[in-house]
């Protein structure tokens, strides 16, 4: 399964693709399976239909945690950092982690919950929100893990959707010097959600919560109820494991299914190969694990390879912005792997906190979830790698279960602001905007997927034509990703950002239409127009032109704006706040009614001499105004 040098990764990726089958075949017979696969592959992007390891039955966790045992019982699985430095980290063996996530896997069975039962995970970054995510795959519940951020109507539109039966939460969440109430979030969300049947509610903060009876129970008093005997669920490859929601371009988050056999495999082939990782490895990704990246390298990723995983409750700048390399002493970080976001934002606090601090245990570093600018790449390189840690830009998406285009660590010959190539398995393809593929190099297009790979998204919870609309429709034959991109003279990939009209904002992504539905709920507004605009530390920042029934004053304007954020946060989330708001009376549509948001953008831009043609707007004159009043 271990590629350990280009030229191997050269005869990988050949075979990869003179052979699919043969190739993934190999790689899957390094896991515990009940029972083989009697079909490999089977697949059409145009249904879509993709199933792979066909008849395979397996259990993730027994592959995560029980394979373990024998050999690797006594290895830490989770380090946990908690928030508060001073409060002690607590490190749970591979053999204490199994035995909560069988303890936790009964408290759920106790709860109701059964396999293919949906389960809602809203919790702070505790190493009861990886043993609660683990403990459902060992009973063959479907985990849909909500990112803490969300707000109460963002919650319950993901527990509708997937009619969950149990929710997992926490009292509140310490994030900074900030404590976060999430069971009160919860029962805010609860009471649009009949679905919902149980919510068990670990004690963190011990904030005070309202416990409703015959519904609500405490973590803490269920696992005394239990023994720590589970056995793993017989799944099948192709039985679902968890729904990530994730925004797209139109309305409503949509729920990516990932299935067991695929997901596992591809997590774990991924993990090992990009990051060359090294049995006894200590591996910190800073993600929420509400997010795909935290699904696939703080859990499963890691666990399915047998390496210690770093969970991180906190941010990256309490109590101070040294925090990260803190963490990277204090537990002998080897692999760290954060976004560019976290790493502008620390660049710009300048090198005092870095300075003080040894980091000689890393050996790889990694980027993810936005295009890495060519300053950032180089201050992680000089002052956090110092210039001896492979930095491996790892681009993919959470339809995508893993990693795609990266170079393989050490054995890739990097270049900043490149994905590099395909991993072994991947098959990118460049398509202009009529599908007809842009061949050779030193050549841009639209960035689309000719052949699966094992942790392809399957379907979208509950509405699998939105999922063949959105990802196989554009493009017949291929799956499309979204993304432009270039591949310059030496094959090399670099991604230049999303071409629908989803931002990426710190590496989150949120669909424009999602924030303006959010606005257009806010009294008074009558229409409203979101688009992206370079940010220096989140790479895109959120800006909104909005229609309101009475042009407000300057008072009221600032009075107003507030409101807005304040509704926008209430319907998303605070992630989801504009960062500009900008009143117009109208904006730049076409005679067919279609807002022109080339415009718009060109003008958030601030780049408004090159607005290119505006002769088929229904009024022009509109654009002046909107030039004029340009924050
Ligand atoms: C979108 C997917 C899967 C990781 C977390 C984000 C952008 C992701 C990179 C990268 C340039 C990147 C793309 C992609 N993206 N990684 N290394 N370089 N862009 O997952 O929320 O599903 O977002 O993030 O635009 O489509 P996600």
Redesign the pocket.
Known sequence: MRIRTFDEYQTAYQKSVDDPEEFWAEIAQHFQWRKPWTKTLQWNFTEPNVKWFIGGKLNITENCLDRHLPTLGDQPAIIWEPNDPAEASVTLTYRMLHDQVCRFANVLKRNGVVKGDRVCIYMPMVPELAIAVLACARIGAVHSVVFGGFSAQSIADRINDAQCKVVVTADGAYRGNKEIPLKSTVDDALIACPSVQRVIVMTRTRTPVSMLKGRDVWWEQEIKQVTADCPAEEMDAEDMLFILY??GSTGKPKGVVHTCGGYMVYAAYTFQNVFQYEPGQVHFCT?DIG???GH?YIVYGPLACGATSVIFEGTPTYPDYGRFWDITDKHKINILYT??TAIRSLMSFGLEKVDNHDLSSLQVLG??????NEEAWHWYDDNIGKNRCPIV????????GG?L??PLAGLTKTKPTY?TLPLPGVQPILVDENGIEIEGNGVSGNLCMKFPWPGILRTTYGDHERCRQTYFSAYPGLYF???GCLRDEDGYYR????VDD?L?VS???IGTAEVENAINMHTGVVESAVVGYPHDIKGQGIYAYVITDQQPSDHDADLTKRDILATVSRVIGPIAKPDKIQFVTGLPKTRSGKIMRRILRKIAEGDTNNLGDTTTLLDPSVVDEIKTGAL
């Open positions: 994730t925004s993600a997010w795909i990246t696939s976004a560019p980027s993810v979830g936005e295009p890495i830009d790892t681009w993919w998406q959470t339809e995508t990693i285009i990266s994905a990703t979204g993304d991604i230049t950002g999303r989803v990426n590496g989150h992504r």
